[in-house]
């Protein structure tokens, strides 16, 4: 019965979310960007006849302005540029993600840790959250990817290390409030124990904002790619936009006027960070009803 009443429960609120998100249009239009770049990236092999590898036999195609065999013309060695950009945003999208899902994870434990434990664990764990708050992000993340090296992990790690801070300081601010409410109180009463009061109680309770700012976080971590990777610090064996914009400028194409080798890939990261945002913005809306008053 018990099990029943929590299933009908669990319906009732994804139907009523939906129905909230409806309602945002900002949040909509971001989801319809984002559901067309996720398609175009995923289906990349079936929707391109061109590989991203350069051959001798494509040379002879080198800086071809748009037409109709090549429909965003060709590279420095001839390649389509309409297919890396498919390509390539297979890796931005999942360095966004995997970068996000990491940075979330750690501002989740941070934030929680110190919310419910307080006292010397919440001074620690804040301190050090300042600490990373007041760094410039961009040449922090410079550094690392010098010392560490460029390649695809490192620069999730470099992005994951900077972009924790935000959801940390939502979730602590949360579990403040949510941890002197009755039904903590009751379960403290009954013998629960920290882990399982986290675990239980607090973690789905603070779980919709940890997405309303991973999802904000993916936006910010395809720009940190895509500005780490045109500053050469990207892995150079994986096509991205951002590795895109670094080739185009290391050939010269902005002097040369070869347009159609930096527009394309600078509006893909631009409308996908648009996206984000709006569905990020939209989820807000959604988690905190001091913003849907407005």
Not at 83 to 92: A, D, E, F, N, V
Not at 100 to 117: E, H, Q
Not at 123 to 138: A, E, K, Q, S, W
Request: aromatic fraction near 12%; charged fraction near 15%; hydrophobic fraction near 50%.
């Amino acid at each position: 019965m018990m099990a029943g009443t929590k299933t009908a429960l669990y319906k009732r609120r994804i139907r009523d979310f939906f129905l909230q998100y409806k309602e945002s249009k900002l949040g909509i239009i971001g989801l319809l960007i984002l559901v067309f770049f996720i398609f175009v990236a995923t289906f990349a092999n079936q929707i391109s006849d061109y590989s991203i590898r350069p051959t001798g036999g494509i040379l002879k195609d080198r800086f071809q302005p748009p037409s109709s065999k090549y429909i965003l013309g060709t590279d420095d060695v001839g390649r389509d540029i309409a297919t890396l950009i498919m390509y390539g945003g297979r890796i931005s999208l999942l360095i966004g993600f995997l970068a996000a899902i990491i940075s979330g994870g750690i501002g989740t434990i941070v934030g929680l840790t110190a919310g419910y434990f307080g006292g010397w664990k919440e001074d620690l764990l804040m301190r050090i959250t300042d600490i990373f708050l007041v760094i410039p992000g961009l040449p922090l993340m410079l550094v690392l990817a010098s010392l560490l090296g460029s390649n695809f992990w490192n620069i999730i790690f470099v992005i994951s290390i900077i972009g924790w801070t935000g959801t940390a300081r939502v979730v602590r601010a949360q579990v403040l409030s949510l941890k002197e409410r009755a039904f903590i109180e009751s379960s403290r009463a009954i013998g629960a124990s920290d882990l399982r009061i986290i675990g239980v109680h607090l973690l789905p309770n603070v779980f919709p904002l940890i997405v309303a700012q991973m999802i904000l976080g993916i936006a910010g971590a395809i720009l940190s790619e895509a500005s780490l990777s045109f500053l050469g610090l990207g892995d150079p064996s994986s096509v991205s936009w951002g590795m895109i914009l670094h080739w185009a400028f290391s050939v010269g194409s902005l002097s040369s006027n070869y347009w159609w080798f930096i527009i394309p890939p600078g509006l893909c990261i631009t409308f996908v960070s648009l996206g984000f945002t709006f569905v990020g913005f939209a989820l807000d809306q959604i988690v905190n009803p001091r913003i849907r008053r407005r």
